[in-house]
């Protein structure tokens, strides 16, 4: 079980996940998924707002470059 800390523009968002698979694709990363547990609203809210923010951050550093 993982204690996963998520900051969203400096609101830090706490929730739970297990580890289902992991495999190494490069030998410094892996590829791993994760099962998040919690109320599905509140787990399903907190992982819908990391992925647009991180998509939002890599649109902006591709602009910039």
């Known amino acids: 079980i993982l204690l996963l800390s998520i900051d969203l ?4 968002v706490e929730t739970k996940g297990k580890v289902v698979h992991s495999r190494l694709i490069d030998p410094s990363k892996y590829l791993t998924g994760i099962a998040f547990q919690g109320p599905k609203d509140e787990v399903t ?3 819908r707002n990391f992925i647009i923010e ?3 951050r890599n649109a902006k550093k591709e602009k910039s470059s």
Do not use: F, R, T
């Open 9 to 12: 523009e400096q609101n830090v």
């Open 45 to 47: 809210a907190v992982i």
């Open 54 to 56: 991180y998509h939002s």
